[in-house]
Every structure is written in structure tokens, then in C-alpha cells.
């Protein structure tokens, strides 16, 4: 019997992931077991959950302000779920007419909760206009509800929730129909601004929260460098953009980053890009929604094609929320000759949404292609950027819309979400989502968000080099072993000619690698004694494991399979320890494979 190794970073079922981080974007499930008893919805894990992913587990804070919200305005019977907006809460209204047509209009009802003026309060409340949105629905009905708050991504974040039912436990938010216009303090959330001309200094210095005493995570926040001066939320977002776009890579403070000017050079090599072009949103899989609703808005409701094996909502989201879809899961060179084929025969699409490289097999689309097609066959092209990231692969010219996750490498501490999508300015249809988003488009990413994510991505660079050079090394030790089947790694991937075609010059193979074994035997072994920490989410600044298509696609495993994506792959978020260090976790956990 294999005596199992002591793990230095073995963190309890359930905990937040980084440990004791009130707003953390992971949850610990330390064992093969533990990942399946979370999703078989074992009563073990699921009473110590104390956070899970955002999306798919709504937050303890969100919930409590949830209840509180259907406890003064709900009827017997009803709950209510989150947004940030009037127009998010009504698209969630829609859904629920699609999914429950047999409900009554009235059964389905949007609740908008707004500030009153307050004295001393007033300016800070005109900073980041603090207002949600809650669908009030039969408790019943909460899986249509939860659906679209997952597949979104435009529900409310914990730290809105926290600040805004603060506010409503001091009846200083409150229902709108209830105010006349004098006493009304803003009609909804500020409009994305192309003015950069921002204020670089500090006006206040409001703390975080708004109890006299300090709860002690806010202590900690505050402590280290974290001290939330909300007067800052729009250089923050400016600052976001600016790095987003390439122009900003110096690790600086706020205000010398804002001092640069806009056109100065960037990474994105795009002729007439600058950070215009670039939209926050509450997370990355908000960015995919929106930019498939609007896309949809553009054009009328056309299918869609998924080329590549997707993370799973992106899937969702084209079939849920359009006419369907065309799946092409393999990526492959065939499947893009089907879809010429299709094309040339007449059949009409919206768009092509692909990552780049996918997720978990790290495989990269033939962009050029894929572009040369869209060019001819007049459909967008999406690009989900996340897991290459833009130091390691310019996919700009090869998309109208590329769209990213925020919340992982980007920000790295796991403690914040946000999302970016970008218009690609010598796309063929430019003008046309250019206009769509200006008209539509709604900054509903929190100011205490915006203000950590800054902060948090400040040495976005120097890590992303580290990461780079120490998932190379991990790689090499499992492709070393003989007890491992298969690597998946852009690098020595059949489709590692695509991803060079997008390399940056100085570019790596980013962070993200996965592996299979030959039995599940040893998987669950290997996972079960590997020392890093683990559960959903990548991208941290920590090696982050998890068993993901356990986790990710526990209900539809034979349609995995039907795919290459095998049950028992693990896949690696490699972080920034020392490297030879990783080395030897990686090393030990291979030997506690049973001979």
C-alpha cells in the first residue's frame, strides 16, 4: 500500500483558494475524490464549501443580500438573483419568458435598487454609482435563474453585493419607483468614456466598507498597499485598458502609468488600435455573451460555429442564446474543410468563436485561415485570448472581436474578476460594431474591482515570463515519464505551427498545460500526491491543479471522450515558485505512481 506524501500546500475541502481571501475566485479540492464528491453533491464537500468559482457558485455575500432583498420586496414563495443593471436583469427576464413561458409576466419581476443622496457620501456614490438590479422569481425556478447567471457572467460581484447591501441595510438604497426625480441620485450605470483626459490626482480617501469597524479582511487589504480610495476607479479602469492594449507594460504606479500617452507603442501591432477599442466587463465569459448578443445584433440571429474544444460556456452560450450552433470539436484541419464546403454551398453564419490555444488540449486554430474564410464568407471571428495572453501571441489581426478573462493571469491573485473585449479597428466591419457597442454598451465593472485588478496587474509582464519558463520546465519532466501518455502543450502540440504564426517575438507557450495517464489509477494517484494547490480557475500566481474535466464536464463525459478530451486528464496552471522547486513536486508525485 502507497503511503501518501505529506503536502506542504494541502489546503482544506472547501476553503477559499488563496486561503482566508474573502473574495477569492477559487475553492480547495485537494483530492480526486473530493472533485467528485463536489459534483455528485456530497453532503462532506458541500457543507465546507466557503467560496466556489464566481459563476458557479454564488457567493455568500451576494446571497445574503439576495435574501434580504426578497425579504423586503418579495412575496411568499419568491427569490431574487443580482445584476448590475436594469438591462442585464431585463435580459434574464427574457430568458426566464423563454425557458418558463407558462409563467405569468408578473411572477418574473425586476426590482431596481438605487442610492439616495446622503450628505457626505454624495461624492463617493457619484464615483461608482452603486445600484443593482434584482429579478425577483419563484423559488422554484431558481436553476433558470442560476443558468443564466452562470452562462452571463453579468451577475453582481461579491464586493457590490457587500457595499451596496450595506447600503440597503442603512435604507440608503432603495426602490426606484419610489423616488421622485429630485431625490433620485443617478438613472443607471456610467457609459464607457472615450475621454482619457482623467484627473490623476486623489480627491478623497474614502476606506473600503462602510462599517465604523474594520472587519479583518478589509484590515489586511488595507494594510498591504490596498487602501481603496474609490476616487480613483476611472484612472483604474483606464490604467486596465492602457495594459490591455500594449502601450502600458512598466510596473508603475497609478498615476505615472496614466501619464503616458495613449498612442505610444504597443504590443498589439494593429495599426490605429488604442485603448478606444477596449470594453470591461464584469468577467471573461460576459465579454463572450455580450459579444455574441451584440454580434447577433449586427447581423440578425445567424448559428454560430465553435471550432476547437471550448470551456464549456462558450458552447452554452451560442446554443442557448442564438439559433444554435455548428461544432467543430476537434479543431482540425478536415472540419475547416466541412465548413468550406458549407460556405461555398451557400449556408450563412454569424460568427466563429474559437480560443486560442483551447482549452484543456492546448491546441491552436489555424487563424490565417480561419480569417481568409470569414473574409470571404462574410462572418465574424471571436478569438478568446485568455490562456495565450497578449505578451506570448498577437491574435488582433486575425479577429473582429477578441475577447479575455481578466480574473486569471492577467490579475494572478485570485482574488478579483473582469473581463475585456476588444474591436479590432481594420476589421472588415469596424464601423458597424463600433457603432453596436457605443450604443449598447454598459461599464458594469465594480470600482473596488477595477481598483484591485489594477493594482493586481501592475507586474503583469516580469510574471508572465516567469510563468512561461517554469510551465516549459514542467512540462519537460512529464513528458519525461514513462508513466505519462500524453502532454498537452502549445509547444509540442501538431498544431505548434498556428501558435508560432501568432508568437510574439519575444513570446512563450504561457502557463497552461495538461496530461493523461494510462490508467485512472494512476491519475488519481499522481493528483492525489502532487503538493500544489488545487482547484477551479487558472492563471495564479501559484501552480493551481485540478482534475478539470471532472470538473468541468462531470454530466457529459462520453461526449468529452467522443471528442479526445479523456475524464482523467489533469490539467497545470503553473505559477511563479522557484522553478526547481516545481520541479521536484512534480517529480515526487510521478514516483507515488504504483509500480
Known amino acids: 500500500m502507497t503511503v501518501p506524501i505529506p503536502l506542504e500546500n494541502d489546503v482544506e475541502v472547501g476553503e477559499t483558494i488563496p486561503p482566508m481571501t474573502a473574495h477569492a475566485v477559487s475553492v480547495s479540492l485537494p483530492t480526486w475524490r473530493a472533485n467528485v464528491g463536489y459534483e455528485e453533491g456530497e453532503e462532506w464537500v458541500l457543507s465546507k464549501m466557503k467560496t466556489g468559482y464566481p459563476r458557479f457558485f454564488i457567493h455568500k455575500a451576494i446571497e445574503q ?67 443593482v438590479s434584482a429579478v425577483l422569481f419563484p423559488e422554484d425556478k431558481f436553476k433558470i435563474a442560476k443558468t443564466f447567471w452562470q452562462h452571463s457572467g453579468d451577475g453582481v460581484s461579491s464586493r457590490r453585493a457587500e457595499y451596496c447591501h450595506s447600503l440597503f441595510s442603512k435604507g440608503a438604497l432603495v426602490d426606484e419607483s419610489t423616488l421622485n426625480d429630485t431625490a433620485r441620485f443617478c438613472k443607471g450605470p ?128 451560442v446554443e442557448k442564446f442564438g439559433p444554435g450552433c455548428l461544432f467543430y470539436g476537434l479543431g482540425s484541419s478536415e472540419e475547416l474543410d466541412d465548413l468550406e464546403k458549407r460556405l461555398e454551398n451557400g449556408e450563412q453564419f454569424l460568427a466563429l468563436f474559437t480560443e486560442f490555444p483551447g482549452n484543456p488540449l492546448l491546441r491552436s486554430p489555424d487563424l490565417e485561415r480561419i480569417r481568409h474564410l470569414a473574409d470571404k464568407y462574410d462572418f465574424y471571428v471571436v478569438v478568446d485570448e485568455t490562456i495565450g495572453n497578449f505578451l506570448n501571441v498577437n491574435v488582433l489581426p486575425y479577429g473582429d472581436v477578441v475577447v479575455s478573462s481578466l480574473t486569471k493571469v492577467f490579475s494572478g491573485d485570485s482574488n478579483v474578476m473582469g ?131 471532472i470538473l468541468a464536464h462531470y454530466g457529459e463525459l462520453d461526449w468529452c471522450a467522443s471528442w479526445g478530451v479523456e475524464a482523467d486528464l489533469v490539467r497545470f496552471s503553473v505559477g511563479l515558485e522557484e522553478t526547481s522547486k516545481l520541479v521536484q513536486i512534480f517529480k515526487r508525485a510521478l514516483e507515488a505512481i504504483p509500480r
Open 419 to 549: 473581463g475585456s473585449l476588444i474591436l479590432n479597428p481594420k476589421g472588415r466591419s469596424y464601423e458597424k460594431l463600433k457603432h453596436t457597442w457605443e450604443q449598447d454598451y454598459e461599464d458594469n465593472h465594480w470600482a473596488e474591482d477595477s481598483i484591485f485588478l489594477e493594482r493586481n496587474s501592475r507586474d503583469f509582464v516580469s510574471r508572465i515570463e516567469r510563468i512561461n519558463d517554469n510551465a516549459e520546465a514542467i512540462c519537460d519532466v512529464l513528458r519525461a515519464h514513462p508513466r505519462v501518455k500524453q502532454v498537452n502543450y502549445p509547444k509540442h502540440s501538431p498544431t505548434r505551427p498556428f501558435y508560432d504564426k501568432c508568437r510574439t517575438p519575444n513570446g512563450g507557450y504561457g502557463g497552461l498545460l495538461s496530461a493523461t495517464f494510462f490508467s485512472k489509477r494512476d491519475a488519481v494517484a499522481f493528483f492525489d500526491n502532487l503538493d500544489t494547490v488545487k482547484g477551479p480557475s487558472l492563471g495564479t500566481n501559484f501552480t493551481l491543479s485540478s482534475p478539470y474535466v
Open 65 to 131: 443580500f439576495a435574501a434580504a432583498v426578497a425579504e423586503q420586496y418579495g412575496r411568499p414563495g419568491e427569490r431574487a438573483i443580482l445584476f448590475p443593471s436594469h438591462a442585464v436583469a431585463a435580459r434574464c427576464q427574457e430568458f426566464f419568458a423563454r425557458q418558463a413561458p407558462e409563467l405569468d409576466l408578473d411572477r418574473v419581476r425586476i426590482l431596481d435598487l438605487v442610492p439616495v443622496a446622503e450628505g457626505a457620501r454624495s461624492k463617493e456614490l457619484a464615483i461608482i454609482s452603486p445600484r
Open 190 to 317: 456610467r457609459r464607457y468614456q472615450k475621454k482619457t483626459s482623467i484627473d490623476l490626482g486623489s480627491s478623497t480617501n474614502k476606506p473600503n466598507g462602510t462599517a465604523e469597524v474594520q472587519d479583518p479582511t478589509q484590515f489586511v487589504e488595507e494594510r498591504f498597499g490596498r487602501n481603496l480610495d474609490l476616487s480613483l476607479t476611472a484612472n483604474a479602469k483606464l490604467a486596465v485598458r492602457r495594459r490591455i492594449a500594449g502601450s502600458l507594460t512598466a510596473d508603475v504606479g497609478l498615476t505615472e502609468a496614466l501619464s503616458l500617452e495613449k498612442d505610444a507603442d504597443r504590443m498589439r501591432d494593429v495599426a490605429g488600435f488604442s485603448e478606444d477599442d477596449i470594453y470591461l466587463y464584469p468577467c471573461g465569459m460576459s465579454s463572450i455573451f455580450n459579444a455574441h448578443r451584440n454580434l447577433m445584433a449586427t447581423k440578425g440571429p445567424l448559428k454560430s460555429i465553435v471550432y476547437g474544444f471550448p470551456y464549456i460556456d462558450t458552447l452554452k452560450i
